[in-house]
């Protein structure tokens, strides 16, 4: 019988070593999700920034020649437009799984304080998630309102780039590259935010 309650103990000892060791796993695996989504998602904003950016500005240098070549502008920019637009959808689709990646791992810290024996200490702990949950969500919104903006610009663009393919059948521009520079200027303050809203997301894996 007494071998049967050390058998038991040795038993229980390493069931929690083993429910322990599965739950600092699956917290290492939640934080490194969430680290791979912030770092595939910067990686496509500065691609998506290059891009979008170089193209407008090649596009208004261009028009801004003297008799510029109409048809052979709007080629180049469709063909740059339509580059630009598969890029913002793999930024957006990024920016979904950042949500979706950081979701779980508030999840997972909650899951980790909850499990502290010592009321005090559990509850320490959870405000020290909700504080940080709550400064996440902030440059969360933030950088959505930057997502939901670009979709205007490149709706801009789009809108230009029909005027500017009118304009070389009709063999003369009337629309005023003016608007392109507008455009050329949202563009970048809209993905220098998001560039702060990556910044924020590392930081929260390393805390």
């Given at each position: ?89 793999k930024l957006k689709g990024d920016f979904d799984k950042v949500g ?108």
């Amino acid at each position: 019988m007494k071998h049967l309650h050390i058998f038991a103990l040795v038993g229980m000892i390493f069931f929690l070593s083993a429910c322990k060791w599965k739950t600092t796993k699956s917290a290492l695996k939640h934080g490194e999700v969430l680290k791979s989504s912030i770092d595939s998602f910067e990686k496509n904003r500065q691609k998506l920034s290059t891009n979008l950016v170089a193209s407008l500005e090649e596009a208004e240098e261009a028009l801004t020649e003297e008799n510029p070549d109409l048809p052979k502008v709007s080629k180049d920019f469709e063909k740059e437009w339509t580059g630009i637009n598969n890029r913002y959808k793999k930024l957006k689709g990024d920016f979904d799984k950042v949500g979706e990646s950081s979701n779980k791992y508030f999840g997972e810290l909650d899951e980790l304080s909850n499990n502290i024996s010592k009321e005090e200490l559990r509850n320490q702990e959870l405000a020290k998630n909700q504080e940080l949950r709550v400064k996440w969500e902030e440059s969360y919104n933030e950088a959505e309102v930057s997502i939901n903006k670009i979709t205007s610009v490149l709706e801009s663009g789009n809108d230009f780039h029909m005027v500017l393919v009118a304009s070389s059948i009709r063999q003369k521009l009337e629309q005023n590259v003016d608007e392109l520079k507008v455009i050329s200027k949202q563009a970048k303050d809209l993905l220098q935010d998001l560039e702060l809203f990556t910044q924020a997301g590392r930081e929260l894996v390393k805390g």
